[in-house]
């Protein structure tokens, strides 16, 4: 079978190997740790050079560029995850510019879609009240009833609904099997 050369079984364990655990750590960590990005970050930029050359390494740049460019603002902006910036700049040397592209589309879908059902689920289960305690910043107070204003990172790491780490996951495997199957010219 011509599909399942070595530059895909490569590229499919290492997305596949990449997502799985950084999904797992940041579920049961709420972290993705850097030993796992940044050896699969130069691992990238080797597989580029290796199997698609200066083509690779140039469409591995754009794609970091979109992707690690895209979340470090984020991040910078909205505070949010430094793991998550550093997972999006590994995966997206592997790959390349236009897979970054629907990747980052189809995991935002996905957050969406997932903050809208835990939202409904916890606000029907519990109530608007207790959602508001532990999703929301507003309204925390200290002992002494002043607001706080302020959030460790702790506290807002408990205050995420999802790891992001799981929608990028699954949306990164949508997208291999989308490319694979009905999108041409991509990776595989």
């Known amino acids: 079978m011509e599909f399942w050369n070595p530059q895909h079984l490569v590229f499919v364990a290492a997305i596949l190997g990449l997502t799985t655990t950084a999904a797992y750590t ?11 990005t940044i050896p699969f970050f130069v691992a990238g930029w080797v597989y580029q050079a290796w199997f698609h050359g200066w083509a690779g390494l140039s469409d591995g740049g ?17 505070g949010g995850g430094g793991g998550d910036v550093k997972l999006m700049g590994a995966i997206s040397v592997w790959l390349g510019f236009r897979l970054t592209l629907y990747l980052m589309v189809v995991s935002t879908l ?5 903050s809208v059902v835990v939202t409904l689920y916890t606000v029907l289960r519990f109530g608007v009240r207790q959602f508001k305690k532990q999703y ?6 200290d002992a002494n009833g002043k607001p706080i204003f302020e959030e460790t990172t702790e506290q807002r790491r ?10 990028l996951a699954l949306a990164a495997w949508l997208v291999m099997l989308a490319d694979g199957t009905i999108l041409k010219g991509g990776q595989l």
């Not at 996905?110 to 997932?114: A, K, P, S, T, Y």
């Not at 929301?136 to 107070?141: P, Q, S, V």
């Open 62 to 78: 754009l794609g970091f560029a979109i992707g690690f460019g895209t979340y470090f603002v984020l991040w910078a902006v909205a």
């Open 26 to 36: 940041d579920i049961r960590r709420r972290k993705i740790p850097n030993w796992l």
């Open 158 to 167: 408990q205050r995420r609904i999802l790891p992001f780490a799981v929608p």
């Open 136 to 141: 929301l910043a507003t309204g925390k107070t």
């Open 110 to 114: 996905l957050v969406v879609i997932d």
